[in-house]
């Protein structure tokens, strides 16, 4: 089918939504395809990656770059395979990823895409656990959290792409490791699967009192990828000279007013460090990242799972989904398979 | 007089206040002068520091130390001069520096004082400027704020004791500073002697609008002393990888119940780094700075100024007065002078 088709069709932004994104924030375009010239690729698409920080770049106050314009196509990260080549490090069949949008095709320049070896990993995990979500939690952990033995660490939306594997990161480093979760089914997943000493259910009715329990010593390093109540629980139980890893506030990316946060106070009398990191910022991260992981996801030893979603038109969805935790570990989108 | 003193009058906490301390929450209690023991100095006080952390001793939530307790003798650095020494490395007539607490006289273990050159500053400068609020200025710019040349420093509580020091060492590294102070005669005095370029009035209707103005880069580097509108305006300013130090939050330590703080997703977009300090977790820091800002007190590179109160029993008003924004520079009390 697809080495036949003469259209792309691609996702583009035709409203900025208020609240969650819907459907109808996206209409769908379709344009011939197009040729890919001197240094450039012709890819098809065949999973779109969903991340909560594309709900940034659509509404709301611009976050780490401007908001996406108005009938531009929806950005994001995704693995494709080549169908046509104007760069010699390119063949037809070969399967790359890159941020090429939500579309069924793209030409890209070269540079811009980056072969992966399909016998070392699964496409989806690309995106996943060796993609930008895994380099996240490793950029955070090394950089900002820097997790000693016998620290107790705690992970956010620790069944998500980022906090599971900064949550496994922390228990190769030797720590106590806490996961916050949303209800039973991912709480069993990151204790038993991952491995995590314990994980807390955010939608139980005694959260706060239960993190506690689960952090008899405090808190030494909390990763942060929620904001709301789990950030109120886990600052509440930071010990000195605690480390925050501030790398998202998926609990507000749908809000049009943010709420106030914590007194900072606290921040002085426990000596507590508090970092907001872009992955961006270091692209070297990925490389080593990769190099550092891939090893351990060959061998089993770093866990990861993808929730997949058929369809180029139910992107919207799978991003909504992602911004309710409706994922279990990262969240994609299929468009084809590859050939 | 104090030759042939045989008592010692000391102020001790008799009641936790609520809001601002006030002289009945301390009361006075006369106790015959204590003999040195073997490796102990007896002392007589000079000067009493009066700092903002002083409040957080005495009510409230515990904060790096836990409260004091009622009926023991107010805690604080001082100024002494020694009148008989158990030791073989004080002798009467020295002057020391040491944690006393405020009353007339203190017999104290000699590894707790420290021997200070009266030749090199005047007395109450061993309290600020190259005491603990100088060294605090000097830890929190050195160790968190890092300034670079050509950065945005804005120093809040500028007329400060830390105020004061830290923005003039943001001056030494080739920043653009910009105070934050109450009311035009600090401002006048941190401009114009202190050397900021530019100094904001917390006081006047519009500040939020004159910290932008003054800072028409934005900021780089907030050395935050005090809290509430003043953290808020500066917060919205801060630029990409900013760092704040987080050294204290004066404007709520008389208040019971604390206010909510900023949302802190511009921590990730922003990727700002929020540190809190403490200047007792690192006293090789105090050996260090004296050493450094010594000859620029003496050579007068380095600015200071004292308020003095006199009489022990006025302490809690210059308490009072420090946590009102009463003071220009550091705020002192003096028992006696010097023999």
């Known amino acids: 089918m697809s080495e036949t088709a003469t259209i792309c069709r691609s996702l583009v932004l035709s409203r900025r939504p208020e609240g969650e994104p819907r459907p109808g924030d996206f209409s769908l375009r379709e344009t011939p395809l197009p040729e890919p010239g001197e ?4 890819t098809r698409t065949l999973l779109l990656s969903v991340d909560p920080y594309q709900r940034r770049r659509i509404s709301g106050p611009p976050s780490s770059e401007p908001l996406l314009a108005l009938g531009a196509v929806m950005v994001g990260e995704s693995v494709g395979q080549v169908l046509a080549s104007g760069d010699a490090e390119f063949r037809p069949g070969d399967i790359v990823v890159g941020s ?4 069924t095709h793209s030409v890209s320049a070269a540079r811009q895409l ?14 996943g656990v060796l993609g930008m979500p895994g380099t996240t939690a490793y950029s955070g952990m090394r950089d900002i959290g820097q997790p000693q033995p016998g620290e107790t660490v705690v992970v ?3 069944a998500g792409a980022v906090g599971s594997v900064a949550g496994q990161l922390a228990k190769r480093a030797g720590c106590r490791v806490v996961g916050v979760a949303g209800g039973p089914d991912k709480c069993m997943w990151v204790q038993e699967t991952l491995g995590f000493d314990d994980c807390v259910d955010h939608r139980s009715g005694d959260f706060a009192d239960a993190l506690g329990e689960a952090c008899p010593l405090g808190i030494d390093v909390y990763f942060e990828n929620v904001g709301g109540i789990v950030q109120e629980a886990a600052f509440a139980r930071l010990n000195r000279h605690a ?3 501030m790398c998202g506030m998926i609990a507000q990316y749908n809000e049009k007013e943010l709420p106030p946060g914590p007194n ?3 921040v002085v009398s426990r000596r507590v460090r508090i970092e907001g990191m872009i992955v961006a910022d270091q692209p070297e991260r990925l490389v080593e990242w990769r190099a550092l992981a891939a090893p351990w996801v060959r061998d089993g030893s770093l866990r990861h799972r993808e929730t997949l979603i058929d369809g180029l038109e139910r992107a919207p969805e799978a991003l909504r989904q992602v911004l309710r935790g409706g994922n279990f570990g990262k969240m994609l989108v299929r468009l084809a398979r590859a050939e």
């Open 39 to 42: 240094g450039e690729v012709l």
């Open 114 to 127: 980056t072969k992966i070896d399909t016998a070392a990993a699964p496409l989806g995990a690309w995106l």
């Open 100 to 103: 090429r949008g939500w579309q």
């Open 156 to 158: 956010s939306a620790a």
């Open 243 to 245: 480390r925050v890893v």
């Open 264 to 266: 900072l106070g606290f």
